[in-house]
């Protein structure tokens, strides 16, 4: 099956939640700019899941480059992935609207985690259709940060009803590892040596 409608599909949905996300940044009520006050966690959480769902984004676009064909697994896989993103905007929302209180910030941790899970299914699948030597595999290596996130997820969730602030900052941590280029899946598809 051609990747090309996995990949259009994904991506619009990938934008229809970020869509979704930004029209929960409600106009306030008043011209001064106390008004925006109330907003400040709303919008800290919207940041926050916009670098992730960028994140995601990113990455799959690169991952989907070493698939030479979409096979049924992968398609099931990779709505997974979309369903536990699909979630972002409620987790994000719930949140901000709650001033990172304990209970929505370890939920907005169970849908990172869940989510690193399912994009971990995708990638593991796309490995084993295209075999040992395939071009993924080689790209990944050891992906240790693909194993260190939903550690680190695990943690922060626990982590929520002691200090909901260590929580967030587990969950900003995650995402600049993963804001650091990672060129692996480039280097392989340019044939050099990672």
Do not use: C
């Amino acid at each position: 099956m051609d990747k090309g409608r996995l990949e259009a599909f994904s991506d619009g949905v990938i934008a229809i939640i970020i869509t979704i996300m930004v029209l929960e940044l409600k106009v306030p009520h008043g011209e001064s700019l106390d008004a925006l006050a109330p907003l400040v966690p709303v919008f800290l959480s919207y940041v926050l899941s916009f670098v992730y769902v960028g994140i995601y984004w990113n990455n799959h676009h690169h991952m989907l480059h070493t698939v030479r064909h979409a096979t049924g697994p992968m398609l099931w896989a990779n709505l997974h992935l979309l369903f536990w993103l699909s979630l972002f905007p409620f987790a994000t929302a719930w949140m901000g609207e709650n001033h990172f209180a304990a209970a929505p910030t370890a939920i907005y941790g169970v849908v990172l985690f869940m989510a690193a899970i399912a994009y971990w299914v995708l990638q593991t699948l796309i490995i084993a259709s295209q075999g040992r030597e395939s071009l993924l595999r080689r790209a990944v290596g050891s992906d240790w940060k693909g194993k260190a996130s939903p550690a680190i997820y695990l943690l922060a969730i626990a982590t929520a009803f002691w200090s909901q602030w260590l929580a967030q900052a587990l969950y900003v941590l995650v995402a600049l590892i993963w804001l650091v280029p990672d060129r692996r899946i480039e280097h392989v598809l340019a044939g050099r040596d990672i």
